[in-house]
């Protein structure tokens, strides 16, 4: 890992594209401001390990014959409420 | 071609059928080669998305904006753009095997363009400027 020391308003510059700024310094809390091209995704770690773990649980998933139960007992038209449910 | 799958058996597709996912998905960056399977013709917003590299390693996913046409992915603003042809879904889980239980991830759906000319391509993206849950449940309570 590369480290370097940036005071507030100072750059670094990743590749050709990226470009970091250091914005401000909170406290603890060091606000960051990235450039980079579209394309290219910029995410809070721990906001990708929380993905990360959720797909591991949906990568071992296991249906049983319950599935046509339950999705079926559902009356068979579209929800018009606003809320993500099977039609209920 | 057969692709073989530990929840289908073996499943004939054709080469075009297959899709590409160059960056894997989050945490999985080795799984990017798989296939659209429908899960069963009595529950058609469910599709199996087998991959090729091992037979237990499938997603099952949801066809969103069936289930959920409010669900608004707001791609501009984040790494891929939707075209009219893009197909989302979500990825569905299942805890402990119970279905009446089983969620959905909408703040990481996954992306499918055709790709005319070549194969499908496929991403995993992440609505992180948005507040859709990780688990948004399949069935409504009633509580």
Known sequence: ?88 | MLVNSSRLGEVTVQPGDLISFPSGFIGLPEWQSAVLVPFSPEVPLLTWLQFTHDADAAFLLLDVAEFAPDYDVPLAQQEAELSEASRVFTIVSVPAGDFSRATTNLLAPVVIEPNPGGSPLGKQVVLHETSYPLRHPLFGRDD
């Open chain 1, 1 to 88: 890992m590369l480290v370097l020391s940036r005071k507030i308003g100072e750059k670094v510059r990743i590749g050709a594209d990226i470009e970091l700024t250091v914005i401000e310094i909170r406290g603890e809390a060091v606000r960051l401001g990235i450039t980079a091209p579209r394309g290219i995704a910029i995410y809070r770690q721990e906001l990708l390990d929380t993905v990360r773990e959720e797909n591991m649980a949906a990568a071992g998933v296991k249906v049983g014959e319950d599935v046509r139960f339950h999705a079926n007992a559902s009356a068979c038209k579209r929800s018009d409420k606003k809320s993500a449910t099977f039609p209920v």
